[in-house]
């Protein structure tokens, strides 16, 4: 994409200049997660004026926490969910064709300690295969116990019995989510980040527009629409509010965490199913970005907050759960990261004591007001589910009907070619980063000693992928925070310098914002004293900033 096409279609200034000018929209969505980016390109590719407005960043909320997997679940199908399974293979299928360079195959090991689980598993795996048809990303097959201990030279050998591999996908769901706010953007759509809606506008009873602020000037805008789409996962009963105060909640938040260890507890490229936990759940050990992550948990909560925590007991139940299966074991002080998010179940009354049984399928609903809130599902299903809704916006709309392009679309940054090492995720853009290290070779240093990220990146995110500040580049556009929490407060510092240089800020600026990192990054330390007095002095890693590290 030349220089040009890039900063003017991916520039939160000239998305503002855009709404000053024009407040009638087709279509307004409210949240930048999954959901409302996969509406967002849904609607703009079919022709739509199109505006996204996010209240953070894209991604901040439960689509930068998940598991990473794009799967069917096999463990819905031990459920009988074979719809939602079904459904979920074919978006599989049709994610890692139109996101070819951020969906790849993975192969997972179910290791088993008895014959009757061997046969058990390689059953529902044989049909698992079978129901992905001819979009299968791999055929499943029985390990004998050399084979299991070969492939997964950590795995607990006491009692094994043997083994299945299966295949799924795997992404990077933050970087995923840029590149359809991207996608959208090339084709019309306006998309705003740090921009928050605080109310809805009716006539006659019909919801005809948003009342909104931008977080950044604090200019509050009106803006009109034919039809407004609730987007915003756990928070979309706080949109229903506005338009009917005294509503039921649709949606029952549960809490999941994942670990982060160093690639050495797995010592391998394959992942692991443990097939059943204490608490009747699955818990996954995947390779990602050259660590590993370990989760997940399923927490009933009834709160919600845009930066969950995770709980005491779930750290520990992952770390007791990974014990019965690794012969060499980590502790707390092995964990780089933890980081939690929250599911926004649709939740029936009935049912509200364990959320592990509430259904992972979308629940799609238009209120008398016309407003159209959907909400659920898994990332994996984001583009069905834009589908779907964009459909219902048509008709809500009463918008000039045109068919969904995007199983056929390809989202920015598709590539067929083979990119090699650490730039392969950005696609068809590692040639701009690469570019921009050309142009100035001290931009090809690393921000921190241990990780492959470049300073490149950090000037790359802020003028092409709208990042804001440093928890916008730490945490999703480069994946730091969520990989060694240390590092990123090691990182900050020159991170939010390259900010403030490209973006004009001030000094002030950038002492406030290291702190304000430093603050969010030592919620993803395991144990705060541990990860400051213990870990990070043994790493020879001294704290840059001295004044943020004291903790009551
Ligand atoms: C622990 C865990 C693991 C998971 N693993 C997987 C997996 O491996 N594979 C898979 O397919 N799925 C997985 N999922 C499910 C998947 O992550 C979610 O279904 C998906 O991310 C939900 O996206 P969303 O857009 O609906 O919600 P969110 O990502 O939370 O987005 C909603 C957005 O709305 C914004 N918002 C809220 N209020 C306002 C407002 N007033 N104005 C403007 N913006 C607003 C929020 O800031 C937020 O960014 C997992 C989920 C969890 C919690």
């Known amino acids: 994409m030349p220089e040009e096409q890039r900063i003017t279609r991916f520039s939160r200034d000239e998305f503002v200049k855009q709404i000053n000018d024009q407040s009638a929209w087709d279509v307004i969505i409210i949240g930048g997660g999954a959901t409302g980016l996969g509406v967002a390109v849904d609607s703009a590719s079919r022709g739509y004026s199109t505006l996204l407005l996010e209240q953070a960043d894209f991604a901040k909320g439960t689509s930068s926490r998940s598991t990473k997997l794009v799967h ?4 819905y199908l031990a459920k009988g969910d074979i719809r939602l399974v079904y459904n979920a293979l074919d978006e599989r299928a049709i994610m890692l064709k ?4 951020l969906v790849k195959s993975q192969s997972f090991i179910i290791p088993c300690y008895s014959w009757f689980s061997t046969i058990k598993y390689m059953i529902g795996l044989k049909l698992y295969d079978w129901l992905s048809g001819r979009f299968s990303f791999g055929k499943s097959s029985f390990f004998n116990r050399e084979k299991v201990i070969e492939q997964l030279p950590n795995i607990n050998a006491t009692g094994l019995a043997a083994g299945v591999e299966y295949f799924d996908g795997q992404f990077d769901d933050a970087r995923l989510a840029i590149n359809l706010a991207q ?89 692991i199913l443990i097939p059943e936990t204490k608490d009747g759940r699955v818990l996954f050990a995947v390779p990602w970005h050259q660590h590993v992550l370990v989760g997940t948990t399923d927490t009933p909560l009834t709160t919600n907050s845009i930066e969950p925590v995770a709980l005491e007991e779930e750290i520990e139940f992952i770390l007791e759960t990974v014990k019965t299966y690794f012969s060499v074991t980590p502790t707390r002080k092995d964990v780089l990261s933890v980081f939690a998010g929250l599911r926004p179940l649709a939740a029936d009354n009935k049912n509200l004591n364990s959320t592990k049984e509430i259904s992972r399928d979308h629940k799609l609903l238009t209120s008398s007001s016309g407003l159209i809130t959907i909400t659920g599902g898994k990332w994996t ?88 500040c440093a928890e916008d580049v730490l945490a999703r556009r480069l994946r730091i925070l969520f990989l060694d929490a240390l590092a990123a407060i090691d990182a900050a510092p020159r991170v939010v310098a390259l900010i403030a240089q490209e973006l004009g800020y001030p000094e002030e600026w950038k002492r406030a914002e290291v702190a304000t990192f430093h603050q969010l990054a030592y919620q993803y330390l395991p144990d705060l004293k541990a990860g400051f007095n213990g870990e990070h002095n043994n790493r020879n890693q001294q704290p840059t900033d001295g004044q943020i590290h004291s903790f009551n």
């Open 72 to 75: 069917g679940g096999v463990r």
């Open 183 to 271: 996608t959208s953007a090339a084709k019309g759509g306006v998309l705003l980040n740090y921009f928050k809606v605080t109310g809805l506008h009716k006539n006659k009873g019909k919801v005809n527009g948003v009342a909104a602020i931008d977080l950044e000037t604090k200019k509050e805008y009106k803006l009109s629409a034919k039809v407004v789409v609730n987007a915003t996962g756990i928070f979309v009963d706080d949109v229903l509010k506005f338009d009917e105060p005294g509503r039921q909640p649709l949606v029952r938040p549960s809490q999941g965490i994942h670990l982060v260890l160093k690639k050495s507890f797995l010592k391998s490229t394959n992942a």
């Open 98 to 101: 139109n996101a070819s360079h």
């Open 381 to 468: 299903t984001y583009r069905k589910m834009a589908e779907e809704t964009v459909n219902k916006a048509i008709e809500v709309g009463k918008l000039v009907k045109t068919a969904c392009l995007t199983k056929k679309l390809k989202i920015h940054g598709c590539t067929t070619s083979f990119i090699q090492g650490h730039f392969s995720v950005y696609g068809t853009d590692a040639a701009g980063i690469k570019e921009l290290i050309k142009d100035n070779p001290l931009l090809g240093h690393q921000l921190v000693d241990h990780l492959p990220y470049t300073e490149a990146e950090v000037v790359w995110a802020v003028r092409y992928e709208m990042a804001r």
